[in-house]
């Protein structure tokens, strides 16, 4: 695991993040947990720990400036990505994970319990049936659905002046005609990835 703690502190400081040196632990230690439950659970289709590290920690890290406190949705969140990485370096943000896969919601709980995260819960469940007692002020889709479907299924979740982040490969600009809304593009640079990534936000206006 040394290679993907150098690897991981090269990103991070490339992506101008500071990470104090249990949060970088704990990051770690995650792409430990998914390498080990990834042989029986089929977690992700990435293998290799030092492709983790840009693949799934430094992707999911490089929206981080970009969320809105103090509570956070990451719908679709499958083995924990982007939530994980982003409760453990925002320990004064509450993040909810939901996710309608049993196996990979079983995995992000006991990663949870593993790595001591006091900020996360994770939800079992279809999105459209679920019903938080709270709004949330971020939502982050990541390869989730195209933006009309995101729109209609996470909608319900937003509170007013909340913000949806839906994270995506090139910019998906027949999607984003579809949009009747203001939407900003925000083109994403994440170390040890070459392909195309970028971040659409959207505003949700206070009522009356």
């Known amino acids: ?8 502190l090269q990103g991070l400081a490339a992506l101008g ?16 947990l998914i390498a080990k439950w990834n042989k029986a659970y089929n977690l992700t289709a ?13 992707d999911s890290l490089a929206i981080l400036p970009h ?19 982003l409760a453990i370096c925002r320990p004064d943000c509450r993040f909810t994970l939901v996710d309608s896969n049993s196996k990979k919601t079983r995995f992000v709980r006991q990663a949870v319990l593993e790595l001591k995260l006091k900020n996360v819960e994770v939800v079992h469940g279809r999105v459209e049936l679920f019903k938080p007692q709270q709004l949330f002020s971020t939502v982050i889709c ?10 209609t299924l996470t909608g319900h979740l937003l509170a007013d002046d909340g913000l949806l982040l839906a994270m995506k490969g090139q910019i998906p600009k027949q999607e984003l005609a579809e949009l009747s809304l203001d939407y900003t ?4 640079l994440v170390p040890g990835i070459e392909a195309e990534r970028c971040l659409i936000l959207l505003e949700r206006q206070k009522h009356g």
């Open 142 to 151: 990541r390869a989730f659905a195209g933006m009309r479907d995101i729109l």
């Open 17 to 32: 993040l500071s990470v104090d040196q249990g949060q970088r632990e704990a990051l770690v230690g995650f792409i430990a």
């Open 46 to 58: 990435v293998r290799d720990p030092l492709e983790m590290v840009s693949l799934h920690i430094l």
């Open 67 to 85: 969320i809105k406190t103090p509570s956070v949705a990451d719908i679709g969140t499958g083995a924990g990505l982007p939530g994980i990485p």
């Open 185 to 188: 593009v925000v083109p994403l």
């Open 1 to 8: 695991m040394e290679d993907c703690r150098e690897n991981l």
